[in-house]
């Protein structure tokens, strides 16, 4: 998305015939122009496939840093719900009715829940969400990206963490008697593994039915399983290296999703890209996602070694993929304890405002670091679609596939099959 998860994305497409229902229309509608985008978007790119999405971390990010996003952008985050209480990534007219043809998701949907809730004052809209996510939760208690479509990792955690920040007990939200803590119980690879997937989290299980370990996912799964969102607060200095157990809670899945993350972290920092037909580099959206999923369980040592090897790369990244970008690294440096206005050398929140209308800092965290608010910049970032040059190099080989046989269609995201 950035979408949170690249998994999102290709899963749809590689899923679309089932996960799609028989009445819908999966064909993608024009794209907007540059200049037919509201003023009210964060972010100049194409929001066909991710508007929604960006707009909840941008909204959401600003909050989490004590700035008051403005009323017209999160009033057209809102006007973008259809009736049935569903997000669609982008609706050029929020006038016409949502029907068959409207492609809503759960990722868009999650998200727009947890920024609308943390700004408060849209209980009508947030509920009438909650009640859609609901309605197509699946029998086995978790979400896949589309409605219909078989659960997964990703998507099944951004919906705790929307029911999470409305008051729902996750738990407590049940199909068929399992929750959504069960489904992600059956993503969590056993501490008997072959290889060195031990604890981590599948993102699905693959064609044969088994489950091939998938850091993103796992990042996401971990957050998930501990029942927190795209915030988490600072931890509390816990050790994510104990030896994996038998995941009999989403606790204890959890605390081995961590300590896997905590392995694959530990040479480099860093988590990398493993996308068809793309060289193996830096992934610096999952990574921000596995430094947050580590902070909520407590684990700051190895969060705390991931957001300096952000501090010192990620700039160009976040400066090429938008403000989806920004609100990752901004909710990974708030995790961590870590300044986003001086985030190595660059000021997230001065950079992801400028993707966007003006903003004005709340008076709740006015402190002597934060950036005079002198209105937009007048140029935005280099390209605020929210998809780095690297995701659209390896998704060209995707998107060509689909066109010949299986038809193509893009959460987050925000949002990599298993890898």
Not at 19 to 37: G, M, T
Not at 135 to 148: C, F, I, L, P, R
Not at 292 to 308: D, F, M, Q, Y
Not at 331 to 355: E, I, M, N, S
Request: aromatic share 6%; glycine share 12%.
């Amino acid at each position: 998305m950035n979408i949170r998860s690249s998994a999102a994305v290709l899963a749809a497409v590689a899923v679309i015939g089932a996960a799609v229902p028989a009445a819908a229309d999966s064909s993608p509608s024009p794209s907007p122009s540059r200049q037919a985008l509201p003023a009210a978007l964060y972010g100049d790119g194409d929001p066909q496939y991710d508007g929604v999405w960006r707009q909840s971390l941008a909204l959401l990010a600003q909050h989490t840093v004590g700035v008051e996003p403005p009323k017209s952008s999160v009033d057209w985050l809102a006007g973008q719900q259809c009736a049935d209480g569903s997000f669609a990534p982008y609706r050029a007219d929020a006038g016409t009715a949502c029907d068959a043809k409207t492609m809503v998701d759960t990722n868009q949907t999650a998200a727009a829940v947890q920024a609308l809730a943390a700004l408060g004052g849209h209980d009508a809209v947030t509920g009438k969400a909650v009640d859609w996510l609901k309605s197509v939760q699946n029998k086995d208690g978790g979400w896949g990206y589309m409605a219909g479509g078989a659960s997964d990792a990703n998507s099944t955690s951004v919906v705790i963490g929307a029911l999470a920040a409305t008051g729902e007990k996750p738990a407590e939200v049940v199909k068929d008697g399992k929750s959504p803590y069960d489904a992600l119980l059956k993503l969590a690879l056993p501490c008997d593994s072959e290889g060195d997937g031990a604890g981590a989290f599948a993102f699905q299980p693959d064609k044969k039915g088994d489950l091939v370990a998938n850091a993103d996912a796992t990042a996401a799964g971990v957050v998930g399983s501990l029942g927190a969102g795209l915030v988490v607060e600072p931890g509390k200095g816990e050790s994510a290296d104990a030896a994996c157990e038998k995941a009999d809670t989403p606790e204890q899945a959890a605390a081995n999703g961590a300590a896997h993350l905590t392995g694959v972290l530990a040479e480099d920092g860093h988590l990398v890209s493993a996308l068809p037909g793309s060289e193996d580099q830096p992934d610096y959206g999952n990574t921000a996602d596995a430094v947050v999923a580590l902070a909520a369980l407590g684990a700051t040592g190895p969060a705390a070694k991931s957001v300096a090897w952000l501090e010192k790369n990620a700039a160009d990244w976040a400066a090429q993929s938008g403000p989806a970008a920004y609100a990752q690294l901004i909710f990974a440096a708030h995790a961590t304890g870590t300044d986003p206005r001086a985030f190595g050398g660059t000021d997230l929140v001065k950079q992801l405002t400028a993707t966007g209308p003006a903003a004005e800092e709340s008076s709740r965290t006015a402190n002597d670091n934060k950036p005079e608010q002198d209105g937009k910049d007048e140029t935005k970032a280099e390209s605020d679609s929210g998809f780095g040059p690297w995701w659209i190099g390896s998704v060209a080989g995707v998107c060509l596939v689909a066109a010949v046989g299986i038809g193509f269609l893009l959460r987050s995201r925000s949002r990599k099959q298993q890898s």
